[in-house]
């Protein structure tokens, strides 16, 4: 599945686009009970040669992308992560507890109150729309 929106709002009411208004990205869930997440921001450097990307560069390419990865259980309206690998280490052998709805092909999920990548203590909501597969393209 592929992000259509990702927001945020703060215990404030700010509204926050973290991953700024087009994100990219795939959420997956396999028949074996794996998942993996990847999602990046749409104002991430694209540095020309990696072997010079300056340290700023490289703190924005960490601060622009999630990525997390481990199994995942699903009971009534709440998908359960259990991280194995993620892109922060401070996820990794965590559990993450994600609400969710599906209508046809989109997943919305919502995260409860938490402190988001940016420091502040914001809730979520994740839009995704299922990505045809090639077999399912004519």
Known sequence: MAPRELGALTETGETLEPFGKTP???LSYGRDGRMLGLMVSDRRPKPSDLTKVSD???VELFNTLAAYGGTFEVSGTQVVHKVDISWNETWTG???VR????DGDRLTISIGPHVGIDGRRSTA???FDRVQSPADVT
């Open 125 to 127: 909501l994740l839009i």
């Open 24 to 26: 990219s990205g795939f």
């Open 94 to 96: 965590t559990t993450q």
């Open 56 to 58: 700023k560069d490289r």
């Open 99 to 102: 609400d969710f709805s599906l």
